[in-house]
């Protein structure tokens, strides 16, 4: 049976080592420059042979992201920061532009190459195209529906196909936007995006202005930037049976709280198809995580044809009922563990562990320690972000387990 890669999204060490904790096959990243999410923390040359060891070690494959379009200033640059990746293990390089391409081959002849969603490949005379060009894995455009692709893995044996499972959705062809550049002046395709398809925006009348105009929705429609998040949890087994080789998490930009709680999900739906296709059916409880995180409402976007007004959400405000607020980094040999802390703790708190395999258990905050930085423990009544906690739970944890409570109002 066709078991495909699950491929997440890592924008530093930290959410790379959750991205590993929670299930991932393969972990996709960028330098500094030259991929599509150029404001993550990233990681500089000097991180990446860490970055490496610490995947390939734990069985964990890495892309290192090369999929922006550059100008021709920026060329010598690149030129420059292939050279120094090209030591590097990477188990492939993500790339889109032929230029860029032609530069890899030329300082990494061997390097295996995956073809970005950057590239807009929608059919399968484009995909046996890159084929010949030596890509060997494809991510199909966003747009392509699901007869598309199995119809265009079909025709094309020879290459892998990677698609998109759960993330956002950019107002644009496949990613390739333009409206970043001509609202903030920053190239979402130079790996500068403002997302300016999330911002608020309303209505001016030309004869009043000043006088600003909310956009709404009725029976004939309205705005069409706030897209709808992508989430096929539910169609996991037909994008399996059409024989795709990755299901790709968008999200470099996103928390750990994300990576962790999408990775989870999708982990343990994917294995438990693998052991029981026939059987398997989406658990409520999996849909319900996922509603959990920050999100616009979702959408299966164009994978059964053009998703019309579906696609759209005419609600600006995230969506999300649980907020993150510690990640366990250690346990002690007395049963406690220590919490680092992201959002304030107090007493009396419900909170919820959560670790791979859709592992959740809840404690109640009683007896809460502040641990000093010369060692000690302090009893308080809240514990502020940034600081470090001690917990006792009656239950097993381990390093990288997140902490979360449901969302409540500010303090």
């Known amino acids: 049976m066709n078991t495909p890669e699950l491929l997440a999204p890592a924008g530093n060490m930290e959410k790379l080592k959750i991205a590993v904790h929670y299930g991932a096959d393969a972990i996709y990243l960028g330098g500094h420059a030259f991929g599509l999410r150029n404001l993550s923390g990233n990681f500089s040359i000097d991180e990446m042979p860490a970055a490496l ?3 390939h070690s734990r069985g964990v494959k890495v892309y290192l992201t090369v999929n922006s379009y550059p100008h021709n200033d920026a060329l010598p640059r690149l030129d420059a920061f292939l050279r120094q990746t090209a030591p590097f293990p990477f188990d492939a390089y993500i790339v889109a532009d032929p230029g ?12 295996e190459l995956h073809l970005s969603t950057q590239a807009n490949t929608i059919n399968w005379h484009s995909a046996r195209f890159w084929g010949r060009q030596g890509i060997r894995r494809i991510n199909l455009a966003r747009e392509m529906s699901l007869d598309a692709i199995r119809e265009t893995v079909a025709q094309v044996p020879e290459v892998e196909f990677e698609a998109f499972v759960h993330g956002a959705l950019c ?7 333009l409206i970043s550049s001509a609202l903030a002046g920053r ?15 309303h209505l001016v009348e030309e004869t009043r202005p000043g006088e600003y105009l909310p956009v709404v929705e009725d029976e004939n429609g309205t705005f069409i930037f706030n897209s709808r998040d992508l989430c096929l949890l539910e169609h996991l087994p037909a994008l399996v ?31 438990e198809y693998r052991s029981d296709p026939s059987g398997w059916r989406c658990r409520p409880e999996w849909l319900e995580e996922l509603a959990k995180l920050s999100h616009r409402g979702y959408t299966t976007g164009f994978l059964f044809g053009a998703p019309c007004n579906v696609g759209q959400e005419y609600h600006s405000a995230y969506i999300r009922s649980h907020e993150f607020v510690g990640l366990v980094e250690s346990s002690r040999t007395d049963g406690e563990v220590v919490v680092g802390v992201r959002n304030r703790i107090r007493q009396g708190d419900e909170l919820e562990f959560i670790g791979p395999n859709m592992r959740a258990e809840r404690l ?11 060692g000690d423990s ?17 239950f097993a944890v381990e390093p990288f387990d997140l902490v979360r409570r449901e969302k409540r109002g500010s303090p």
């Open 378 to 394: 302090v009893e308080a009544d809240a514990a502020n972000p940034n600081q470090r906690i001690i917990l006792a739970p009656p």
């Open 364 to 374: 109640t905050v009683q007896g809460l320690r502040i641990l000093t930085p010369e």
């Open 187 to 201: 190239d979402a395709n130079q790996g500068e995006c403002a997302h300016p398809c999330r911002w608020n925006y």
């Open 53 to 55: 060891d610490y995947c």
């Open 100 to 111: 860029v391409i032609a530069m890899v081959r030329g300082i990494s002849p061997q390097r």
């Open 241 to 271: 049976r059409c024989g795709v080789s990755a299901l790709k998490i968008e999200g470099r930009m996103k928390g750990i709280n994300y990576v962790a709680s999408v990775l989870r999900v999708y982990r343990q739906a994917l294995d």
């Open 171 to 177: 107002i644009s062809y496949s990613g390739r936007c």
